[in-house]
């Protein structure tokens, strides 16, 4: 199958994806005088990433959205990559193919050049829905007072097959202490934020390789407010390559550093989640010394620690109760008591 035909499976697959759930390019954001709608910034942090690019530009460019900027920073690939961007740098508002100090810096990069009152980056292998931009703008004129804005997407693999949606209810819900002492449950391709906020609290924290969104989502949360968008705004590819899925312990490290500054504890359930999830993940390659009766032990330990993030407002997988869905007799303890 040729470049076009890949292409146009993609747009397809876009198209059925947000079909399915209500967003269409037809927005209401078209009843709003044009002049009131943000401008909005988006960031392509992007290295050897020939395989997914065209269809994440795409995605973004075939938004349609009068007011876009849009950058890309490569990080210097040689796979074909900057073959691909010159074919579209007309409608590139910046582009740029050095070599840099990994993905946080080369986010930083472009956030220090953005102009727009929103701005998100996404990622080379995830990719936009149709109308998702005039979805958020849509968001934005009716609350412009939130730090960030955050949607639900769609889990996929490697080829863009559906895996599974990514908030599992239709209500979004944003709860700051569930983030600290629990998972990160924000899907950050789906998240535009205010930058406003963003020039406060300051960019990505460039020595963090793997959570370095948690801790930017904590910092904003501490300003203002998020606003939910109850739309489906984008797709996290997931695959065995991904730096989630390769992080293994290292990952793990970060993420407690990361809970540790905000919450003073040195272990929170939901770091422990992590850590019990790549053990668990490990054990079938070390049979030999661990058997499948103590795989079951961690599963069940791991069922326990999840129901903790109940008595901070969470489902045991990390995603906020609303207020009238937790738990009849769940306690909902606060940071503040935690901390004294």
């Not at 936009?128 to 005039?134: D, E, K, R, T, V």
């Not at 998240?191 to 959570?211: A, C, H, M, R, W």
């Not at 904590?218 to 997931?238: G, N, V």
Request: hydrophobic share 35%; with cysteine.
């Amino acid at each position: 199958m040729g470049i076009f035909g890949k292409l146009t499976g993609a747009y397809k697959r876009r198209q059925a994806l947000s079909r399915d759930n209500s967003l269409s390019s037809d927005s209401k954001v078209g009843a709003y005088d044009a002049e009131k709608l943000p401008k909005i910034t988006v960031i392509t942090p992007s290295y050897n990433q020939v395989e997914f690019l065209e269809e994440c530009i795409s995605s973004v460019l075939d938004q349609k959205y009068p007011k876009l900027e849009y950058i890309i920073i490569d990080g210097g690939s040689t796979d074909g990559s900057i073959e691909i961007i010159k074919k579209y740098e007309d409608k590139v508002s910046f582009w740029v193919s050095e070599p840099d100090a990994g993905q946080s810096d080369a986010i930083n990069k472009g956030l220090k050049k953005c102009t727009g009152k929103l701005v998100s980056w996404l990622n080379a292998d995830d990719f936009y829905f149709p109308g998702a931009l005039s979805a958020v703008a849509e968001t934005y004129l009716q609350n412009p007072n939130a730090s960030f804005y955050f949607g639900n997407g769609w889990r996929v693999d490697k080829k863009g097959k559906i895996k599974g949606r990514f908030f599992p209810t239709d209500q979004l819900v944003f709860n700051r202490e569930a983030l600290i002492l629990g998972l990160n449950y924000i899907l950050q391709p789906a998240t535009f934020i205010n930058s406003t906020d963003l020039l406060k609290v300051g960019y990505l924290n460039p020595s963090l390789k793997f959570g370095m969104d948690t801790d930017l989502w904590i910092r904003l949360s501490e300003i203002r407010r998020p606003q939910p968008i109850p739309e489906f705004i984008a797709a996290t590819r997931e695959y065995g390559l991904t730096k989630t899925a390769t992080g293994g312990f290292e990952r793990v490290e970060e993420l407690r550093r990361i809970a540790e500054k905000y919450s003073g504890l040195s272990m929170t359930p939901g770091v422990l989640c992590y850590f019990l999830d790549t053990l668990n993940n490990m054990l079938p390659r070390l049979e030999r010394v661990f058997p499948s009766s103590f795989r079951r032990q961690i599963e069940a330990f791991w069922a326990e620690v999840a129901n903790l993030m109940e008595d901070f407002g969470a489902r045991p997988d990390g995603f906020p109760y609303s207020s009238t869905a937790r738990r009849r007799g769940k306690k909902k303890h606060s940071l503040k008591k935690i901390l004294g």
